[in-house]
């Protein structure tokens, strides 16, 4: 279905189909997300976006109404395999959300609990080291590195969202998932983001959901169009932005850009 | 504006009666008011008595609402039992004494209280701190889990997802940020909890025994009694009024307005803890 770039593959979804009741979200789905890469997926809101980017860390797990069939796999292996542990999926396929959801604690504390979590023996200037590079790495650490016992709720919004991510990248997952990250932000958040971002991918596979076209275009390798629940299209970002495959698509691009 | 009323009514008739002695002296058996002492037994045994029941109250309330809010399913069983947990709110505690009183007399249980000495075939006296204080932690529960489940559901699902998307286990995201997060709301629960028992008296009056002092070996205060009183009978300030009020068994009007007045303050006290620590919480989230 495509090529990637140096050929690894992350993750797998064959023929995904979900549920919530009887109302069908997805319907066979099927992509591969390569390593190392950005993939955006955009497409009108309700068609089916978050629900499939909550199938890769089994967070549509918590929902009882929800019903999936299919398959996804993480470096090959099945994560909705009987015997899976789920908290080990999550620990691996992160995801960060749309509304910034620091916990009611100080700044290091968000950092370092994902961390004191997965390994009870770190603490003192081993933990400081973890939370300080984490929120280096998220560049973040400038504007709080005097805030650090200060509320995570006191920062502003798009601290807020680098803080979540800092938390996330202190306990080292392999994919990053984002639902819609920038969309409660200012642009000059949106852009010290997008920024992250392009660095992460070096050493993480990102997917990123986007109501921002633009961002989608300027940020992801590949793109996946989805309309009704279906993925319409998926293809490096740069062949969608000039000649995508399907018309449906084209009229999707070029309507949100007039 | 009438309970505004009982408040002003209560406190000039009782503020004369409260001085040093009053607080610091037992009560004595005396039909003249002069002679009949003061209320310091009643008062260790209000809080006594409410340490006992919340601190059995506490932990499995705490455990069901974590339970009922967290794990329980939406069907006919967890239905059902939300449902006892409504009536039994709405059940006299005088019911609940006379079944403390039934179960704690079977001499099985006299560990709780003591044998009655000089029957044959065996039965407890069923009366003592620990008989009413677990009394009243039954009869308090029901309000306390439901204010706990309150607390727990109202922790926005954003904070579980949170920790989820890190790799933490339900229990741990429960014990680690939900429950936390809950505290203020499970607190406020509990000090509710601690108002009711310390105003009640039904239970006190068949649970706890008839005498107006802790009947445990004396002195009290001794680290090595401390277990002996527990398991012995005493009273506390709410049947103190009663058995001191001439609308009750007594003749000391004016010590039964004082223990009142005592009483009243000992739970406006309890309620500023729980504006205090209301507000502790609400400027944590903003
Ligand atoms: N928790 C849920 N329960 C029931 N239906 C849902 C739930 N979440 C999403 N849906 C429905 O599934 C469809 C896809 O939603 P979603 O994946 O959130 O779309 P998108 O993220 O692209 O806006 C929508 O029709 C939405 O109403
Ligand atoms: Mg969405």
Redesign the pocket.
């Given at each position: 279905m495509l090529n990637t770039v140096n050929g690894k593959t992350k993750l797998h979804a064959r023929e995904l189909s979900a549920w919530?009741?009887r109302?069908p979200?997805l319907k066979k789905v099927s992509v591969t997300i390569p390593a190392n890469s950005i993939v955006g997926l955009i497409?009108p809101?309700?068609?089916?976006?978050?629900?499939?980017l909550r199938c890769l860390n089994r967070m549509n797990d918590l929902?009882r109404?929800?019903k999936l069939e299919g398959k996804i796999t993480l470096d090959e292996k099945d994560i909705y395999a009987p015997d899976t542990d789920i908290v080990l999926i999550r620990r691996k396929v992160g995801m960060v959300f749309q509304q910034p959801n620091p916990f009611p604690m100080s700044v290091f504390d968000n950092v370092a609990f994902g961390v004191r979590e997965h390994n009870r023996g770190v603490n003192g200037k081993k933990l400081e080291n973890i939370v300080v590079n984490s929120l280096k790495q998220a560049n973040l650490w400038d504007e709080v590195k005097d805030k650090l016992p200060q509320s995570g709720l006191s920062l502003s919004g798009g601290q807020q969202q680098r803080l979540c991510i800092a938390r996330l990248l202190a306990v080292k997952p392999e994919v990053i998932l984002l639902?819609e990250p920038c969309s409660a932000l200012d642009p000059l958040s949106t852009g010290k983001i997008e920024e992250l971002l392009l660095e992460l991918k070096k050493s993480y596979t990102i997917v990123v959901?986007t109501h921002n076209l633009g961002q989608a275009f300027r940020i992801s390798d590949y793109i996946g169009f989805?309309l009704l629940?279906q993925l319409v299209e998926f293809g490096p970002a740069a062949e969608l932005a000039v000649k995508p495959k399907e018309k449906v698509t084209a009229d999707y691009i070029s309507g949100h850009f007039g | 504006m009438v309970c505004f009323a009982i408040v002003i009514y209560l406190f000039i008739k009782g503020i004369g009666a409260i001085d040093w002695a009053f607080l610091t002296q037992d009560p004595q058996p005396s039909l003249r008011e002069e002679l009949s002492g003061g209320i310091l037994a009643p008062m260790v045994g209000t809080i006594l008595l409410t340490a006992v029941g919340i601190i059995v109250a506490f932990p499995w309330a705490l455990a069901t609402a974590t339970y009922l809010a967290e794990y329980a399913e939406d069907n006919f069983f967890f239905g059902a039992l939300r449902l006892g947990i409504d009536v039994l709110a709405g059940v006299p505690t005088i019911v609940y004494a006379i079944f403390g009183l039934a179960i704690f007399s079977l001499p099985e249980l006299a560990f709780f209280s003591s044998m009655v000495e000089g029957v044959a075939e065996g039965k407890a006296f069923g009366r003592s701190f620990l008989v009413s204080g677990i009394t009243m932690a039954v009869m308090v529960l029901p309000f306390v889990i439901k204010s706990c489940e309150e607390a727990i559901k109202a922790v926005p699902q954003t904070f579980r997802e949170a920790a989820f998307a890190l790799g933490v286990s339900k229990w741990r995201t429960i014990s680690r940020v939900i429950l936390p997060a809950a505290r203020p709301g499970i607190i406020t629960g509990t000090i509710l909890g601690i108002g009711r028992i310390a105003g009640d008296t039904a239970i006190v009056w068949l649970c706890l025994g008839g005498s107006m002092n802790l009947t445990g070996p004396q002195p009290w205060w001794y680290p090595q009694n401390w277990g002996a009183t527990l398991q012995n009978a005493g009273s506390t300030l709410t049947t103190f009024i009663y058995y001191s009020s001439p609308a009750g068994e007594g003749n000391s009007p004016n010590k039964a307005f004082g223990a009142g007045l005592v009483l009243i303050i000992i739970i406006l006290i309890l309620n500023t803890l729980v504006d205090y620590i209301g507000s502790i919480g609400k400027l944590k989230e903003e």
């Open positions: 919530y009741g109302t979200a497409g809101s309700g068609c089916g976006k978050s629900t499939f929902i109404s929800f639902d959901v989805f629940g | -």
